[in-house]
């Protein structure tokens, strides 16, 4: 039972990351209706943007807010010089130039930094809490994680669904002649999609990299299971992205504490297939398909 409670406890944060990324890509599909698979390549960038912040300053929370700025320039370069260029084609246009930014993404860091694993600091404690003379499968950084988590995702809700700005980049999405006619700056808000997503995406590679070892290949993982978590969850929905990636998070850590690490990537992938099958638009998207 011990064992079970602490798989359980360690899932948390390793889901509260997964989150991260899966709201990552809710925010960019529902401003420009694209699937961004260079997500992780700009989270592990920006990652590496705030490493280099660290080694020069020492200060964790410096290289957090240098990483988070990095996400947005980036955010923002990627929108204009590769998806503004290929909006007016199909989205399978779109997909794979997602894949070329990532691809390049991983090269650059490469070119930059070099492909060796390198650690990341934490700002607290990383080792377990102490519960009545045992040791738990939690630590103080866990707990950060997941209330960072907490805040990031109760600021975009209010950003997304209670400011000017977030019914814009909706209205964007689904129409963006309607938009501009209401008198939506279309660009700024596709824009405003991007730039978002890098923010969150540099929070969550922030976050991931000190529980593991950081180069240019090293978030590819999480790319499957925070994707799974936003199909799963409905790409339209925050509250989808957030509770099927934790949820992701909690049964990779049991998979892998009871069997073998190998095998998280393949239950994720089943989750897919099983969610494509009977419910392909998701737990939490109550858009319904008609026909016509």
Do not use: C
């Not at 600021?155 to 008198?183: D, Q, W, Y």
């Not at 069997?259 to 638009?281: G, H, Q, R, T």
């Amino acid at each position: 039972m011990d064992t079970f409670v602490n798989f359980f406890l360690g899932g948390f944060a390793n889901g509260a990351v997964i989150a991260l990324m899966a709201l990552a890509l809710v925010l960019v599909w529902r401003s420009s209706r694209v699937v961004n698979f260079a997500q992780v390549g700009q989270a592990m960038f920006t990652s590496f943007v705030g490493l280099t912040v660290v080694d020069l300053t020492g200060s964790w929370i410096l290289g957090l807010v240098i990483a988070i700025a990095a996400g947005a320039v980036l955010g923002l370069i990627i929108h204009f010089l590769v998806m503004r260029p290929v909006r007016r084609a199909d989205s399978s246009g779109a997909i794979i130039a997602t894949f070329g930014v990532l691809i390049a993404l991983q090269a650059l860091a490469a070119m930059i930094w070099g492909g060796d694993p390198r650690a990341y600091p934490t700002p607290v404690s990383y080792s377990g809490i102490t519960v009545f003379g045992r040791v738990i499968a939690i630590t103080p950084y866990d707990i950060f994680v997941i209330v960072a988590m907490v805040i990031l995702v109760l600021i975009l809700t209010i950003v997304l669904t209670r400011t000017k700005l977030g019914l814009s980049m909706r209205a964007s999405a689904f129409n963006p002649e309607v938009a501009r006619l209401s008198g939506v700056r279309v660009s700024r808000m596709l824009a405003a999609g991007w730039i978002i997503a890098g923010m969150v995406g540099a929070v969550a590679g922030v976050l991931v990299a000190p529980t593991a070892t950081l180069s240019p290949n090293s978030f590819d993982i999480f790319l499957v299971f925070a994707f799974t978590a936003a199909v799963i969850g409905g790409l339209d929905s925050l509250v989808g992205a957030v509770t099927f990636g934790i949820g992701t998070g909690l049964l990779l850590s049991l998979v892998t504490g009871y069997s073998d690490a190998s095998n998280a990537a393949l239950v994720a992938l089943i989750l897919l297939a099983l969610n494509l099958w009977f419910k392909p638009e998701g737990a939490f998207n109550h858009h319904k398909a008609r026909s016509v």
